[in-house]
């Protein structure tokens, strides 16, 4: 049996007649650029994420760009961020000037709420916790703490859609939130694709204008801004599968909770805080053989990954900021032993069997 990491062609089979007619009705409308599908699909993002705002973006690492161009944040300033994640939560922050200041994390992957206060000093301006593998930071404290040292909440919900803490969606918490739309995200569009949440009404208007050039109509420029419009044949994508992303959402769950009660007692499974309510956007073990593992795995024909197999602070890009090995311990172990396990809408029961039956056989074997 051969099981991708991911399976976009199929999901792209499923919906191809819904996808192809909506194509085929914005080309000969010519409308391409902010048009109505992506005022539609605005206004329908922000009702599923219960937010009043939302505004669609080239890619996610804008959103988070923009959040911090918003509140001026620049050089001089730093920024928290948790230590273990995609690479574009760090650049972005050092992309506006500032400072990248990593986090431990916890034993849930996402920022040690224990370790924020004592990086906090006066030239802490604000706080990006990521909700990492669609699993909500726990996001009260965050916000308490936020609350406290006056800094702005940025959430990085690029891997969030759906997700939920004391039943609220992810994106509704803090001062505005960012999504990836990129094609390996639970809700993905034919390319890359972004979008932001807010209930503020200045950051709304700030974004529409900042992802067009900085314009405030047609002809005149009130700043510099950016290009980074989300197309609007990717905007009709995106509420086509926004009609599916519930159910979608449930089949990860179900395929994780299928692993985690396989699999709890021979790998470390995913740690979820009771309240929240996740959407398994990935789903991570941790073995101590995790590359025998893998290559195991690998030879019987099923494709997994390592998010991330190295913490932001040992990057070659990061030597500036003089960190050193030894100074995030928690994700400088998980990195050597977490690996992510395919899962997706598309993948069959039977696949699900075979990729547990699989790890049961090279523990059994061991
Ligand atoms: C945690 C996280 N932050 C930011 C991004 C950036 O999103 P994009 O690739 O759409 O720019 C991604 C995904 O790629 C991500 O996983």
Redesign the pocket.
Known sequence: MKIPFVNLGKQYLNLKGEILSKFDEISKKGEYILGSELEKFESEFSKFCETKYSVGLG????G?TFSLLYFNIKKGDEVLIPVN??V??AWTVANVGAKPVFIDVSDDYNMDTESIEKNINSKTKAIIP?H?TGNISKIDKILNIAKKYNLKTIE?S??AIGAKYNNKKAGSFGNVA?F???P??NLHVSG???IITTNNKNIYRFMKKVRNHGLKNRDELEFWGYNSRLDNIQAAIGRIKLKYINRWNNRFRKIASYYSKELKDIVTTPIINEKSTPVFHRYIIQSKYRDKLKNFLFNKGIDTRINYPIPLHLHKASKYLNYKKGDFPNAEQQSKNILSLPIYNELSDNQVDYVVKSVKEFYKYL
Do not use: E
């Open positions: 890619n996610g690492s804008d988070l994640s995609f574009a939560t990521v990492l990085d690029a891997q960012s990836s739309l990129h390996l995200k890359d694709g972004g």
